[in-house]
């Protein structure tokens, strides 16, 4: 029948067509899962041995996300080319829009890239107690974008990473100890050697005061007022402010004990001319 021949001719090229791209279909639906499932497994497996190498616990998420994400791009890639899709145009394509975006987004980018460097280099690790750029605080999160820092007194900072990455770091709990100065002003009527004896005196009854290495105490500078001595003490780094603090008040207190004064800034004003009545 006349109808019956027009089905069967349009019938025929579309399950031809369908017989080829179904096929493909479903390969790429196979490759999009295995694909898949392979990344999951490869992340898994990199974040195992980022833990058995002790690695930082704030760098092993970025690495494996980056492994994930990279081989889903691969997988992504293979399925397109099951379609006949010329990736090297693509990739091209995609490349210019790449740099589009990255001019226009070059600071959020710099950002990025300096928090890159800092999960590598570590100059610090959460938990640490530093001081970028003027401001001093306990680190908090070291994200893709920002540093967080926690000052002193509760007050959450955000600074930008390549701000981070170009200033001068200073990290003051790297090592286990850190050293004391103190300076301690006497009068130039005292015995140096009695005000010396005394502060050494006091800093060998602290159990804080390491012995390795030894305390200095030394005359440092001949001021305007006084005699400065200088106090060099070691100590771990957890005892720092209370041992400042205890023996600021310890030593004025056993040198004015020992017959020494600390004298303040004092001027004298001598007046020239005739005598007031």
Known sequence: ?????????????????????????????????????????????????????????TLSPFLCNLAYYGFLALVVTAVLG?????TASLVALLGAAGLALGLALQGT????????????F????????VEIG??????????????VLDTPDNVRVLIPNSQVFGATIRNYTADDTRRLEIVVGVSYDDDLSTAVET??????????????????????????????L?????????DYWPLRFDLLRKIKEELEAAGCSIPYPQHDVHLKGAAVS
């Open 1 to 57: 029948m006349p109808g019956s021949t027009r089905f069967t001719q349009l019938a025929e090229p579309l399950l031809a067509m369908l017989s080829v791209w179904g096929l493909k279909a479903l390969g790429a639906l196979a490759v999009l899962f295995l694909g898949w499932i392979a990344a999951r497994a490869i992340r898994s497996a990199l974040e195992r041995g980022l833990q058995r190498s002790r690695i930082d616990p």
């Open 82 to 86: 099951l379609f006949g899709v010329q």
């Open 109 to 120: 980018l710099a950002h990025f890239a300096s928090g890159v460097m800092l999960l590598i």
């Open 122 to 129: 570590r100059p610090f690790q959460v938990g640490d107690f």
């Open 134 to 147: 003027g401001v001093a605080g306990s680190v908090r999160e070291i994200g893709p974008f920002v540093t």
């Open 199 to 228: 502060v050494e005196r006091v800093l060998g009854e602290d159990p804080r005061v390491l012995s390795d290495p030894a305390p200095v105490v030394a005359v440092s500078a001949l001021g305007e007022s006084s005699v400065d």
């Open 230 to 238: 200088v106090v060099r003490p070691w100590c771990r780094r957890e």
